[in-house]
């Protein structure tokens, strides 16, 4: 063997009665006996307690080579998965017994054990990193030059899946930079005459594409040569290998494809034409990448006229697609809804403050806001899959919105083509889906044709006989024209459309109400009190949809009655309105249990109806509130009894405690101090105060939302007692990693500091500290930068003393910050307390001054007391610069000039201040 591998420990022999036990347990798990496999299960689970019980199974899977190869796999799966668990309290010496032998069966005659092998090598490496297994890659690599085609084979695949999972580490130092040693063999290998190890080879390399590490970098020339030279590979697995490096290229290092640009542009064209959709699936990734790299761009403008009905091509719904569609449209219209129809919905808690910029991002996941999720689906079936329909609309829209109009006298005729009703409903279907595609992208050279294409989709979606699908993406379509539609008079477009989409989402087929309903989601919330008018009929609708909608689009149905909510505010409360929409929302509420998974989401739309209507909703908020309350004294009960006895009681869906605070939160913004007769009534503070130090994200987000709420509605003597330990726990969870925890922290300290100022000055310094280094975290998440940017701004009016001293480390980023939101309460107080600190603290700001107009200048209507602050601080200013004050101002923005010469804080002359 190689020096590289480890020495096999050939002092350990087993136990042949032991041996034979467990080998007679991995016989029986074929047995298809109930009951069978759980007591073997069981029974192997307990020779864990045995220190070399694991030798016993690298013993089998390794050295019983006359075994049966399943009993070797099976023990060699058990072996993985003991490693998964308990590797770190393993003994070393069978740590290191597992190495010495595995590695000697990879190349074993039999794929099921070479792959098990994989497994366990990757499985040691998780835990140890390579730097725990010096030389592995070496002795792999020198396997691969192995005459034994299994060798190499079971060689290869460990080197794939290795560079899958630990492509960065590759290049540490101290495992030894191992990259530099594999890159060239695998390169090597693209000219294998086994195709699955050109396959293999290719992948593996394209993993270190993103990080370009120095092994790799240095071998770039060879790389490209390769990935040419597979280009026109027979086998199909390895051009889409070719088509996924041109991609990771194109996102990570263009500026090696720019000498190739012209031709690696025109076989990603030809190779998105392949009649293998996942070839083509692969090659189409590549438009929209390549369409938004500058360079490039003279590149594409090339090959429009090819490009664009190849991506036509693409969104065309293929035979088999169609007939499976149709196939299971005839089973939905025959059936309910089971629960496995329903896609995982997840319960948004609330977050607070800040100008009504909503991220509900996830604090543990990524932080892409979702809000343009009904834009970004360029497809209304029901399939999550990514396929060749969808990328090819997604890269026309991409296509659209970097090249715009200049695309339109190519494509507009073949959509005009595609759309004649003697076409198959698939061709239409793929024109107007084509149209949605462009509508933003290229919105000023298609208005002049939207008075003729918008009655054009009106009249297929009012056309009963068209086919759901054609009717479902024309709903999709025609609401990537709700900007357009809204500009025009009311009567002409909007009302029609909307009378449209009322009757789809009334329409009996199941898909054709899930468009319409999001469609309708969309326009309204471009419609904003436009919609009032017709809101009768619109609310008619909705309440009939509610009766007559199955389990699935419930919930789309939900979502479009919260949107119209936010749209349309307080209107909502007008008598008429209230009793249209309240009464089936409270019967399904008295209908649903509250451990009914059904009730998150209308608890959800109660919490944007309660805020809505304000004062109109006191009339539902007792019964509404003691509800909310029962759901989460019943889930902490649980918590606490889960806790006690984790092995016999299931832990509690803590989701209805989250909805549950959001509609008290909900209800207290919605009722101001109308709710705190419901508040003073019940043990909301001391629940409150467990919920806040909850071990769950989403439970505290939404806890530190309510306390904000509360202290707002709730006059602050009553909150008295509690208010001390609320403040500690919200400092404790100034994190900016959990964005939306950290968020409603920062502004429920800010509602508390200015209602209990002398209470909260002991609390200001460590709580300026904190946010100070939440303020200069860069890429910030908006909402909580502007919300961190409010509460300091608070903190200065309670303590200008304290925080002053440190202005020069937050001024920029604050008027940054500030100068985006509107005006409202919570700005006017932060800027009140920044020009208290910058009137103690005036000389450290002087080289910040113009961007501290700047955020005064973003106000629109300042109360007069505020408009003077501005003005004394500005005099003071001008007074302390002298002559310098005229050159100096003189290099402000020209807007800038004239906005503050216009808002009336400086004459034209520059140099007097307004009276």
Known sequence: PSHTQPQRTMEW???????????????????????????????LQTFNTIRDYNNYLVYIFARLKGEQEFVRTVAGLQLKNNIKDYYTSMAPEVRTFIKSDVLGVIGDSATTVRRTVSSIVTTIVNHEGLEGWPGLIQHLVELLHNPDQNVVDGSINTISILCEDHALNM??????????????????????????????????????????????????????????????DTNTEVRRKVCQAFVALMESRADFLVPHMRNVIQYMLHTTQSKDPNVAL??????????????????????????????????????????AMEAEEEQEAQRQDAEKDIRPRFHQS??????????????????????????????????????????????????????????????????KERIEPTNSWVARESGILALGAIAEGCNLGIKQYLPQIVPFLLSILNDKTAKSFLRGITCWTLSRFSRWVLAQPLDVYFRPMLEALCASILDDNKKVQETACSAFATLEEVAQTDILPY????????????????????????????????????????PEFVAILMPPLIAKWNALDDQDRSLLPLLETLTSISVAMGQGFAPFAPPVYARCMKLIETTLLAQHMHAQNPAGVDAPDKDFMVCGLDLISGICEG??????????????????????????????????????????????????LYLKEYVVVLVANLNPDHISVCNNSSWALGEIAIRIPDDMRQFVPQI???????????????????????????????????????????????????????????????????????????????????????????????????????????????????????????????????????GKLLHNDHNELMD
Not at 545 to 574: C, P
Request: glycine share 6%; with cysteine; aromatic share 8%.
């Open 13 to 43: 022999q087993p136990n042949q009665e032991g041996l034979a036990q467990i080998v007679g347990l991995l016989r029986e798990c074929r047995s298809t006996v109930p009951g069978v496999q759980l007591r073997i299960q069981q029974q």
């Open 171 to 232: 290049d540490s130092e101290g495992a030894g930079r191992p990259v530099a040693i594999l890159v060239p063999q695998l390169i090597a290998l693209f000219r294998s005459p086994n195709p699955a190890h050109r396959k293999i080879a290719i992948a593996s390399v394209n993993q270190f594409v993103y990080e370009m590490p120095q092994g790799m970098l240095v071998h770039m020339d060879a790389y490209l040569r390769g990935v040419f030279f597979l280009s026109n």
């Open 282 to 323: 692969d090659a189409c990734e590549f438009w929209p990448i390549v369409s938004e790299y500058g360079p490039a761009k003279d590149n594409i403008t090339e090959v429009l006229t090819s490009l664009i009905p190849v991506l036509l091509n693409g969104m065309v719904y293929g035979e088999d697609d169609v007939l």
């Open 350 to 415: 609330r977050t607070a403050g800040g100008d009504g910029h909503t991220n509900n991002d996830d604090d543990d996941d990524d932080e892409d806001d979702d809000d343009d999720e009904d834009d970004d689906d360029e497809d209304d079936d029901d399939s999550n899959e990514w396929n060749l329909r969808k990328c090819s609309a997604a890269s026309l829209d991409v296509l659209a919105s970097h090249f715009q109009d200049q695309i339109l006298p190519v494509l507009l005729p073949l959509i």
């Open 535 to 574: 809101l009768t009929p619109v609310l008619q609708t909705l309440v009939t949809a509610f009766s007559k909608y199955q389990a699935k689009n419930l919930l789309i149905l939900y979502d479009s009655i919260m949107t119209l909510s936010d749209a349309v505010g307080n209107e909502l409360s007008r």
């Open 671 to 720: 009722l101001g101090p109308g709710a705190e007769p419901l508040v003073l009534a019940s043990t909301l503070p001391v629940l409150l105060n467990e919920c806040m130090k909850d071990a769950a994200l989403d439970v505290r987000q939404s806890a530190f939302a309510l306390v904000g709420d509360l202290v707002k509605s709730v006059a602050i003597q009553h909150l008295a």
């Open 768 to 902: 300026t500290e904190l946010l100070i280094r939440v303020m200069n975290r860069l890429n910030l998440n908006r909402n909580l930068l502007e919300n961190t940017a409010i509460t300091l701004g608070r903190l200065g009016l309670i303590a200008p003393e304290i925080v002053a001293p440190h202005i020069e480390s937050f001024i920029q980023n604050w008027c940054l910050a500030l100068r985006q939101i509107r005006d409202n309460v919570e700005k006017d107080s932060a800027f009140r307390g920044m020009i208290r600190m910058i009137q103690l603290n005036p000389n450290v700001v002087v080289k910040y001054l113009v961007y501290i107009c700047d955020a005064i200048a973003s106000w629109y209507y300042p109360k007069d007391d505020l408009r003077e602050m501005f003005q004394q601080v500005l005099h003071m200013y001008k007074s302390g610069m002298g002559e310098v004050w005229n050159q100096y101002y003189a290099t402000f923005p020209a807007q800038l000039r004239t906005v503050l010469q216009v």
